[in-house]
């Protein structure tokens, strides 16, 4: 199977719950559109540093974490963050990779959402046993 990517929408949580509260506007609600690399093989979603300050997600902790060659390296973790796909959202937290590293939706947010890799077309769908609504599983 070749690489997969998807049309995501990342959304800044804490604005959100602040322009809901009246604080701030909705129009400063800070938002973005990219094309991520789907990597069911990942945990979490990672960004990088640019997308991090243009979203200005807050600092939550440092990570470890085992990268693909084996090493494990330390990574700053932000959030909260709102992932949009279709008619699906996850709220969740994301590491930052140094640089302009590419960005990755990993499976916590993609279960959250409840999509799948379409293995023929090599594209994310919206589960097709629920194509209104996610449906978690809680077992």
């Keep these: 199977m070749g690489l997969v990517y998807a ?8 604005d959100l719950e ?12 800070k ?11 990942a945990y979490m979603m990672a960004i990088n540093e640019s997308i991090q300050a243009q979203l200005d997600l807050p600092f939550v902790e440092k990570r470890k974490v085992q990268v693909a060659d084996g090493r494990v ?5 932000v959030g909260p963050v709102l992932v949009r796909f279709a008619n699906r959202k996850a709220t969740c937290n994301a590491f930052v990779l140094p640089g302009d590293n590419e960005p990755l939706l990993g499976a916590i947010p993609m279960e959250e959402m409840d999509v799948l890799v379409h293995p023929l077309r090599q594209e994310l769908i919206v589960n097709p046993e629920h194509p209104n609504y996610a449906v978690l599983k809680m077992k």
Excluded at 7 to 14: C, R, S
Excluded at 18 to 29: D, F, L, M, S, Y
Excluded at 31 to 41: A, E, I
């Design 73 to 77: 390296m330390e990574y700053n973790v």
């Design 18 to 29: 602040n322009a809901r509260r009246h604080i701030i506007g909705e129009e400063e609600v």
């Design 7 to 14: 049309d995501i929408e990342l959304v800044n949580a804490v």
């Design 31 to 41: 938002r973005m559109h990219l094309n991520m690399l789907v990597d069911s093989g």
